[in-house]
């Protein structure tokens, strides 16, 4: 069974920049799809970031392209989100997702689809003052 552990989480001002971490059990990061999504208090789900683990390629979403930086280490089965500059507007629950099926996706942007994953973690909370 897969568990996902997210951390690193914390309220910032703006402008400041945080490193959420993933840890991984019972799931392979040689050849998998895995994302991390955010949740603002009374919005959907949004997909922020995908990787495909086996060559490291990754996508993002505009609102954070150029700010967020996803990576992953494969020895210490963890996934990374670096964020930078960051905004208020980036205030809200952080969750990592991990896809079952191996192989990569296509196309990029189903790397920010919720429905695409069957793991998720419990997430950790960004909150980010102006």
């Known amino acids: 069974q897969v568990q996902l552990v997210e951390s690193g989480g914390g309220s910032v001002q703006a402008g400041g920049s945080l490193r959420l971490s993933c840890v991984a059990s019972?799931?392979?990061?040689?050849?998998?799809?895995m994302g991390w999504f955010r949740q603002a208090l009374g919005k959907e789900r949004e997909g922020v970031a995908g990787?495909?683990?086996?060559?490291?390629?990754?996508t993002y979403s505009d609102s954070v392209k150029g700010r967020f930086t996803i990576s992953r280490d494969s020895v210490k089965n963890t996934l990374y989100l670096q964020l930078n500059s960051l905004k208020p507007e980036d205030t809200g629950m952080y969750y990592c997702?991990?896809?079952?099926?191996?192989?990569?996706?296509?196309?990029?942007?189903?790397?920010?689809?919720?429905?695409?994953?069957?793991?998720w973690g419990q997430g950790t909370q960004v909150t980010v003052s102006s």
């Open positions: 997702a991990a896809r079952q099926a191996t192989g990569l996706m296509w196309p990029w942007s189903s790397y920010l689809q919720a429905d695409k994953y069957n793991s």
């Open positions: 990787i495909y683990t086996l060559s490291g390629a990754t």
């Open positions: 019972g799931y392979s990061y040689s050849n998998n799809c």
